[in-house]
Nanobody, 125 residues
Framework: QVQLVESGGGLVQAGDSLRLSCAAS????????VGWFRQAPGKDSASDFV??????????YYGDSVKGRFTISRDKTKNTVYVQMNSLKADDTAVYYC????????????????WGQGTQVTVSS
């Protein structure tokens, strides 16, 4: 079992930066791939893929809308995965969720078994 808790969200202005954290508990977290997804206002699910990182940290993928602005990383000593978000835009406003799965990374939210409760990011223009 893996439990995930996101933090770091807030209200910022366009162009600002934020770093989200996904802190995990559970003895097998280091064996999981972790993804970040977001649910924009008016959408009924966290279907927008943001980024994912492999268990080793060596493999990362990004959604087209965040590529070049967001960076995902993980600190195994702290059982935490981060997403550094730079040059934020109003379109980045959403609830951000981290999720974990065993095996390879995936861009599909349906492939992830464990989810956090989400953290709100609001970017004012």
């Amino acid at each position: 079992q893996v439990q995930l808790v996101e933090s770091g969200g807030g209200l910022v202005q366009a162009g600002d930066s934020l770093r989200l954290s996904c802190a995990a508990s559970g003895p097998t977290f280091s064996s999981t791939a972790v993804g970040w997804f977001r649910q924009a206002p008016g959408k009924d699910s966290a279907s927008d893929f943001v980024a994912t990182i492999s268990a080793s940290g060596a493999v990362t993928y990004y959604g087209d809308s965040v590529k070049g602005r967001f960076t995902i990383s993980r600190d195994k000593t702290k059982n935490t995965v981060y997403v550094q978000m730079n040059s934020l835009k109003a379109d980045d406003t959403a609830v951000y969720y981290c999720a974990a799965k065993y095996g390879l990374t995936s861009r599909r939210g349906d492939d992830y078994a464990y989810w956090g409760q989400g953290t709100q990011v609001t970017v004012s223009s």
